[in-house]
Structures are given as structure tokens and as C-alpha cells.
């Protein structure tokens, strides 16, 4: 049976006066989102505004199937979930409603939302590539679409083709390339592996740190929480944005985000703490110390994002498309053997 963490969060403090608590009433947050990083910033809104918010967290996976079989008895009111595949889907199965928000249009750029308005980025995971510098100069690194070809057989590191990053990666190849073309650089990886996929982005980044490879992909907040916890990381580690040419399309950006609940009891308290979650003010506290991105273009990054240079130039696919063809991804993993 799954578990399912629920925390209701403190009711406003001193600095909100109870009446106003009182005539506002609680969000219900589903939330993918490990609790402990979400949970500070959920009192803050509390202690702001007077809004109690009732919060429980589960995987990804499971929080939508929840919602999903709840249906108009769900109690929950926002979504928030990673990876755009998932809020691709969220969204196409009908579990989030269209709302109108000229504050999170404003806040979110277009390719980082919805364009049927019913769900917003609120960070980004950028998904790039890391070498190992005693092994490799950064000139002999380029693309995603490079890390195919055989002169780097046994020398290639890669996550499970099971988990949704994987799979949103090979779904943004599949909206710039096409299926045919696609299938090649998969293939071409898989030939190339150093080693059996990895079930997570921390233990690829340790094995190119041990030289058991020499180059990988990677989400970028999985090495901000290594170098967090070990500096000499950054000197067998580095980071290397992918696909940077004129031509080559950008670095894939993943994202985390959200949407108003199709069946959601409080709509309007739901739309205002997905516009505050997006704003100046409340995006330092949504990505630092996740090591993620913010994602409204009006937030600097924590100072470790910046250590390891921010100035890169972002795919500037829809995520709404790449969130479309996962199910094509998932397909093509399974096709070519990619575990």
C-alpha cells in the first residue's frame, strides 16, 4: 500500500490577524515535491496571507493516480508536480481545469507553460552533460546528439531509460529530430555505455567522479546537492552545456510545476498560491537550496547555480510538446533494449 504523508500546515500567525484567517479558506496542495522542501515555504504563505494550507505528498505517479480515482470528491485544489511529462499528462487526462492568469503568464515564459493555460512551470531542471576533466577537454564535447557516435563506446554514462527524465530527454529528441533519427542516437548510446544505467543522477555523477566513465547526462541540481556536501567533487566533476551551437538547438530544460485541480473546492485560493509561488518573492525560496533554477526570468539563482556558470542558451521547445511525445519515448527506450 502506498503511503501518503499529510501535513496540515500552522493556521496564520501573529502577523496575520485571525479574522482574515478566518474569511479565507485552506488550499488543499497534492504535491510531488519532497515534503521538507516544500513545507517551509507553505508557512510562509500561511504566516503572509492567513491561508492554511493542507498539504500531502506522494510520488508522482501515485499523487495523480489518487487524484484521478478521487474525481469530484477530491479535496484537492492545486497539483504540483516534476518533470512535463507528468503535467503533460495530468493536464490531457483532465485532472487540472483552464484558468485565466495574466500573473503567471507574466512570471512563466511561454515555452515554460501550458498553451492551453491549465498548468505553469514553477523551476527548472536543466539536463546536461558532465565529464570527467582529467580525461576530457571541454572542446571535444558538444551534443546530446555527439554522445552517439563510437569513438565514445565504453566510455558513456546514463540513467535508467525507467525514469521520466530520461524519458523527457529522448521526448524533446523526438520533437526536434523525428522517430527515425531519434532511434540512431539512442541506439548509438546504448552502444556506447561504460557500465549498466544508473537508477539515479547522484550515483552517475559519482561513478564519471571515480573514472568508471568519462562523460554522462545529468540533471544539473543533482551535482548542486553533491558539490553541496563535498567541494572536491567540482575538480573530478564538471559541467559541460550541451548543445550550445548556432544550429544545435539549446540544453533541454526539465521543469517542476503545477495547475489548479479540475474538481478543486477553493479555485481562486488555488490560482493565488500558484501566482505567489511564481513571483519575485517567493521563487528564491521555491528553488534555493534545491539547486534548481527559478523559472521566472526576474530571479537570480543560488550562488552554487552561479559557481558553475548560468549563462547557457535553454531549448526553446515548448514544454507542453516535449510533454506530448513521453509516451513515444517510452516506446522507443523499450524498442532498443535502453533499461
Not at 111 to 138: A, C, H, V
Not at 177 to 190: A, F, S, Y
Amino acid at each position: 500500500m502506498k503511503r501518503f504523508v499529510t501535513t496540515v500546515l500552522a493556521m496564520a500567525s501573529l502577523a496575520a490577524p485571525l479574522a482574515h484567517a478566518q474569511s479565507e479558506p485552506a488550499v488543499t496542495v497534492y504535491s510531488s515535491r519532497i515534503e521538507q522542501l516544500i513545507k517551509p515555504l507553505f508557512d510562509r504563505y500561511t504566516k503572509e496571507t492567513g491561508v492554511r494550507i493542507n498539504l500531502l505528498t506522494d510520488r508522482g505517479g501515485a499523487i495523480a493516480e489518487r487524484l484521478a480515482a478521487e474525481g469530484e470528491g477530491s479535496p484537492a485544489d492545486v497539483l504540483l508536480t516534476v518533470d512535463m511529462g507528468n503535467l503533460w499528462s495530468a493536464a490531457e487526462r483532465g485532472l487540472l481545469r483552464r484558468i485565466e492568469s495574466p500573473t503567471l503568464d507574466g512570471n512563466v515564459p511561454a515555452n515554460f507553460r501550458d498553451p492551453g493555460s491549465r498548468w505553469w512551470g514553477l523551476s527548472r531542471r536543466e539536463r546536461t552533460i558532465f565529464f570527467d576533466p582529467s580525461k576530457l577537454k571541454p572542446a571535444q564535447l558538444s551534443t546530446y546528439e555527439d554522445l552517439a557516435d563510437p569513438r565514445w563506446k565504453g566510455k558513456l554514462c546514463l540513467r535508467t531509460g525507467k525514469q521520466t527524465y530520461t524519458q523527457s530527454l529522448v521526448a524533446m529528441l523526438l520533437v526536434k529530430h523525428g522517430e527515425e533519427k531519434t532511434e540512431q542516437i539512442v541506439r548509438g548510446w546504448v552502444d556506447n555505455l561504460a557500465t549498466d544505467v544508473f537508477t539515479n543522477d547522484a550515483s552517475l555523477l559519482q561513478a564519471i567522479a571515480a573514472g568508471q566513465c568519462e562523460v554522462g547526462i545529468a540533471n544539473t541540481y543533482y551535482y548542486g546537492r553533491l558539490i553541496s556536501r563535498d567541494a572536491a567533487i567540482r575538480d573530478k566533476v564538471h559541467l559541460f552545456w550541451a548543445n550550445q551551437g548556432a544550429d544545435e538547438g539549446g540544453a533541454h530544460v526539465n521543469l517542476s510545476g503545477g495547475g489548479v485541480t479540475r474538481h478543486a473546492k477553493n479555485p481562486a485560493g488555488a490560482q493565488k498560491l500558484l501566482e505567489w509561488l511564481s513571483s519575485v518573492e517567493a521563487q528564491s525560496g521555491y528553488t534555493h537550496g534545491t539547486f534548481e533554477s527559478p523559472v521566472n526570468p526576474a530571479v537570480e539563482p543560488d550562488d552554487i547555480i552561479k559557481g558553475w556558470g548560468i549563462q547557457f542558451t535553454p531549448s526553446p521547445l515548448n514544454a507542453a510538446d516535449i510533454g506530448a511525445k513521453q509516451p513515444d519515448a517510452i516506446r522507443l527506450l523499450d524498442r532498443v533494449g535502453y533499461r
